[in-house]
């Protein structure tokens, strides 16, 4: 079966049916380095029209952020990982320009840093420590006061807990 190709298709290797045509696709033959390294998968989200924040955590466990903002990606930008973040991050927008980043540190509590705009909390490298004793996490966000993260904790069980905006819930 021979599928055209155009320098704006992804291709679905599973099916060979390509996934995304469209004229936003960066253009070349190839993929685009936004430099650095990683460990494990990115995290990209989207956080308002045009802006794309991605997230991976560096061989030294920190966080490294790229972001897109209206037509180019800025240089690379170390969040830190006072923790030492293992590999899996997880990312939610909950509203134009808000961007919540949570990871597990190799201490297996969850940590979490936001993005208001072009301001991190909390600043430099520093992270808030959720605590738990977790091996993954993972974000929704519902609204733009809502974040409910789940968590699998060392046991295997699924944990939960919300952020209203203000607080977060305690068990």
Do not use: E
Not at 82 to 88: K, L, T
Not at 98 to 103: K, P
Not at 104 to 125: I, M, Q, R
Not at 143 to 166: E, K, M, Q
């Amino acid at each position: 079966m021979s599928i055209p190709i155009t320098r704006t298709s992804v291709l679905d290797l599973r099916h060979g049916a390509p996934l995304y045509r469209g004229a936003l696709w960066p253009s070349g033959t190839g993929w685009a380095s936004l430099g650095g390294k990683i460990l494990g998968a990115p995290v990209v989200v989207s956080s308002g029209s045009n802006n794309l924040d991605v997230f991976g955590v560096n061989d030294g466990g920190n966080v490294q952020w790229w972001s897109w903002r209206g037509g180019a990606w800025a240089a690379s930008q170390n969040l830190g990982g006072n923790a030492q973040m293992r590999s899996v991050l997880s990312a939610v927008s909950r509203a134009a320009n808000r961007v919540d980043v949570f990871g597990v540190g190799k201490d297996n509590h969850v940590y979490w840093k936001s993005l208001n705009g072009s301001t991190w909390t909390p600043a430099n490298a520093s992270w808030t420590d959720l605590g738990g004793d977790m091996i993954d996490v993972n974000a929704v966000s519902w609204s733009s006061s809502r974040i409910d993260l789940y968590a699998r904790d060392r046991n295997l069980g699924v944990r939960w807990r919300f952020y209203n905006g203000s607080t977060w819930s305690t068990p």
